[in-house]
Each structure stands twice: as structure tokens, then as C-alpha cells.
């Protein structure tokens, strides 16, 4: 029993809420629509975190880059990748959500509306709205994406001033290890909240949810696996001659850990060891970009991002335009720098990025109750993708040479 209540096995406990929420559902229909309060509250807390989240992982994972030198060399090409792989990522997953739609094609007993406005920016409209006259105010109505922006531009400031900026650096870890820590306790409510909702889910829309749900979790993972292939592994194996076969055991060995642990930052010993050990990888940039990686390359949620936005405006019959494609795309960039290396922390990010775009956010109860069996695709994208950046950077800057690595 006191396995099953620890920190580690929060998701078994979401299970058993999301189990008890579907039989509240279709048991009692009326009391479960009546209780859908506490699924509401639940959300609120999540809400209520979004903004102190994202303001402390993205300060601190710019901040606490401290190798200057190393920074400078390799620095800009590493974080240029990381994005160049975030984008193809996200365009192969739009490719295959579109092709999906696994919010569309269910039956339900009472079809889903939404009567909220999406986001559709203008290029002038969306500056006006990244660059605030009030940056106090812009976090108090809860606008991520400009937050984000000042955050980062502050966050390099403070690495500009050297020690003189020690202070507010020691400061901003604190108050992220204290915001972290006020999370996970939210989390622990996880259980009530996605009883509630799915409860509610079940009561409202009957079964046909199950099927949507089931199409959207196929739907992840197909992604995650043709971005493995076409974004990692094919350019991997193209530009730095390694063979296929040494890189996909090596890819194995570590997608052991992440399928197991769901943490980017609990594999990364041994996505360094296996690195260096099994695909020959140099030491100074492996322990510089891997890190660095676990940090702000999430091509995971590159996948997460997409399938969950073409999901949910499917849901609600909500159509998305080209621009707000486009800058949804540009949200997950940024937004995914501020992963929590939390249990079921990505459904706080899901939260935000949908709240950005003008989306509905109810859904998130109902995907927190499988949301393991998506992090276990996630995580073991993101730290593939960690792997593959390594080698590109090395062979870029002549420190790896595949044939004589093996």
C-alpha cells in the first residue's frame, strides 16, 4: 500500500480515478454531471501554476548554462539544431494527425461545442501581442507567450552579468525548486480530478469518448515512431556515416530507461554512457549538449503538441487556419523549454499551449488518466533526439568519426 501512494506510482493512483470515473459515469449520469466542480477545481489548480512554471524552467535552464567557452563554440549550432529538429518533428506529426484526425469519425450522445474564439494572429497582431507595455500585467491575465519572451531575454541578461547576477540566479532556483515542488502536490490531486472529469465525460458524451481517445493515443505514438525514423535516424545515419544497426541497439538500450522511468533527467547517466560507450561519441560535447538537450529538445512534444491541437479542434468541430498552424508551431518551440521533470507535468504545458491557442482545455482531464502510456513515447522521442543532435554536433565540429568510433 505504501508503494502504491508514492511519488513514482502517482499514475497507477490516476488509473484507479479514471476507473472509478467511467463507472461513476454511466452508474449515475446525473450526480457525475453535478460533480464535474471538483474536476473544474482541479483544472483551476493547473491554470493556476502555468505561469510560475514556465517563468522558473525557462530562467533556469538558460541561466544555469555556465561554460562560456563551450557555449560559444557550440553553443548557437546546438541550439539551432534543436530547433531545426523540433520543426521537422512537428511537421511530420501535423502530417500525420491530419491524416489521423483522431478527434473526428465518433458518435456521440451529445456532440461537444465550443463557442470560444481560436487564435488566428496576424503578423502585426501576434508582435503586439508578444511585446507588452506591462509585463506584470501580461503575466496577471495570463498571456504565456509574451512571459516566455521577456523570460528568456532576462534569463541571458543574467548570464551576461556574470557574478554580479549570481544572486538573482541563486534566487530563480530556489523559487523554481519551491513552484516545483507546489506542483507535484497539485499533482497528487490527479486521482479526483480526472475521476471527476471523466465522469463527467462519460455522462455528457457516452462512450463513443473511449473510441476518440483510443484514436488519439494510436495517433501519438504513430508519430512518434515516424519521427524516430525520418528526423533522427535517417539524417543520423546519412551525415554521420555511424551504421543503422549500431545506432538503433544503442536507441534501444536507452529507450529502456525512458520507457520505464518516463524522465528525461533520471536517463540521462545513461544516455551519456551509452553515447560515448556504443556509438563512440566525444566526452566534452556529449556532457555539454546531452544536458543541455534533456533541457530544450523535446521533439516528443513536438508530437504531444500537434496531436493534441489537431485532436482537441477536431473534438469540438473547430477548424484551424494556416496561420494558426504556423503559430502553433512556434508556441510549442518555446513553450516546450519549460518541460517539468515531473510525473504528469506535461499536462500542465498541454493546459497552457491549448489555452494560447484559444482551445478548450476540459480534455486534459481525461488524457491525464492514460497520460503515462503517451509520456513513455514522449520521453523516449526526446532523449532519442538528444542522442542523434550529439552525434550531428560532434561530426559538425570534426571531434567524431564514425568508422574509427567503432
Known amino acids: 500500500m505504501r508503494a502504491f501512494f508514492s511519488k513514482k506510482n502517482?499514475?497507477?493512483?490516476?488509473?484507479?480515478?479514471?476507473?472509478?470515473?467511467v463507472v461513476l459515469g454511466f452508474a449515475a449520469p446525473d450526480f457525475s454531471i453535478a460533480v464535474k466542480v471538483v474536476g473544474d477545481l482541479y483544472l483551476n489548480l493547473i491554470k493556476l501554476m502555468i505561469i510560475p512554471i514556465v517563468v522558473c524552467a525557462v530562467f533556469c535552464g538558460i541561466a544555469n548554462i555556465r561554460d562560456g567557452a563551450l557555449l560559444r563554440r557550440i553553443g548557437v549550432r546546438t541550439v539551432a539544431l534543436y530547433v531545426v529538429m523540433f520543426v521537422f518533428s512537428a511537421a511530420v506529426s501535423l502530417a500525420v494527425a491530419y491524416a489521423v484526425r483522431p478527434g473526428l469519425g465518433t458518435v456521440f450522445e451529445n456532440a461537444p461545442v465550443y463557442e470560444g474564439a481560436?487564435?488566428?494572429?496576424?503578423?502585426?497582431?501576434?508582435?503586439?501581442t508578444i511585446v507588452p507595455t506591462n509585463?506584470?500585467?501580461?503575466?496577471?491575465?495570463?498571456?504565456?507567450?509574451?512571459?516566455?519572451?521577456?523570460?528568456?531575454?532576462?534569463?541571458?541578461?543574467?548570464?551576461?552579468?556574470?557574478?554580479?547576477?549570481?544572486?538573482?540566479?541563486?534566487?530563480?532556483?530556489?523559487?523554481?525548486?519551491?513552484m516545483f515542488r507546489m506542483l507535484g502536490w497539485f499533482m497528487e490531486l490527479s486521482p479526483l480530478g480526472v475521476a471527476s472529469l471523466m465522469a463527467y465525460s462519460v455522462a455528457q458524451y457516452g462512450a463513443g469518448i473511449f473510441s476518440a481517445l483510443a484514436k488519439y493515443i494510436g495517433c501519438c505514438w504513430l508519430c512518434c515512431v515516424l519521427v524516430f525514423f525520418l528526423v533522427m535516424v535517417l539524417p543520423t545515419c546519412l551525415y554521420t556515416k555511424v551504421p543503422v544497426g549500431r545506432l538503433l541497439r544503442a536507441c534501444g538500450k536507452i529507450a529502456l530507461v525512458t520507457l520505464s522511468t518516463t524522465s528525461s533527467a533520471a536517463t540521462l547517466p545513461t544516455t551519456i554512457q551509452v553515447s560515448m560507450e556504443d556509438l563512440g561519441a566525444p566526452e566534452?560535447?556529449?556532457?555539454?549538449?546531452?544536458?543541455?538537450?534533456?533541457?530544450?529538445?523535446?521533439?516528443?512534444?513536438?508530437?504531444?503538441?500537434?496531436?493534441?491541437?489537431?485532436?482537441?479542434?477536431?473534438?469540438?468541430?473547430?477548424?484551424?487556419?494556416?496561420s494558426t498552424v504556423v503559430f502553433l508551431v512556434f508556441v510549442a518551440t518555446l513553450i516546450n523549454m519549460a518541460a517539468p521533470g515531473i510525473p504528469?507535468?506535461?499536462?500542465?504545458?498541454?493546459?497552457?499551449?491549448?489555452?494560447?491557442?484559444?482551445?478548450?482545455?476540459?480534455?486534459?482531464?481525461?488524457?491525464?488518466?492514460?497520460?503515462?502510456?503517451?509520456?513513455?513515447?514522449?520521453?523516449t522521442i526526446n532523449v532519442e533526439g538528444d542522442v542523434a543532435a550529439n552525434l550531428i554536433i560532434s561530426k559538425s565540429i570534426g571531434e567524431y568519426d564514425a568508422p574509427k568510433a567503432g
Open 10 to 21: 502517482l499514475f497507477l493512483r490516476v488509473a484507479v480515478g479514471f476507473a472509478l470515473g
Open 118 to 128: 481560436v487564435t488566428n494572429p496576424t503578423v502585426s497582431s501576434f508582435l503586439m
Open 135 to 178: 509585463i506584470v500585467k501580461a503575466a496577471a491575465d495570463g498571456s504565456t507567450l509574451p512571459v516566455i519572451l521577456f523570460t528568456i531575454v532576462f534569463a541571458c541578461a543574467i548570464v551576461s552579468a556574470g557574478e554580479k547576477g549570481r544572486a538573482v540566479l541563486d534566487f530563480m532556483n530556489s523559487l523554481s525548486d519551491a
Open 284 to 322: 566534452g560535447v556529449s556532457k555539454f549538449t546531452l544536458p543541455l538537450g534533456c533541457t530544450i529538445n523535446m521533439c516528443g512534444g513536438a508530437c504531444s503538441f500537434c496531436c493534441l491541437a489537431v485532436f482537441v479542434s477536431d473534438f469540438y468541430a473547430v477548424n484551424l487556419s494556416f
Open 344 to 379: 504528469g507535468g506535461g499536462v500542465v504545458l498541454g493546459a497552457s499551449f491549448l489555452s494560447i491557442l484559444g482551445l478548450p482545455i476540459d480534455l486534459m482531464g481525461p488524457i491525464s488518466g492514460f497520460y503515462r502510456l503517451l509520456d513513455m513515447a514522449f520521453t
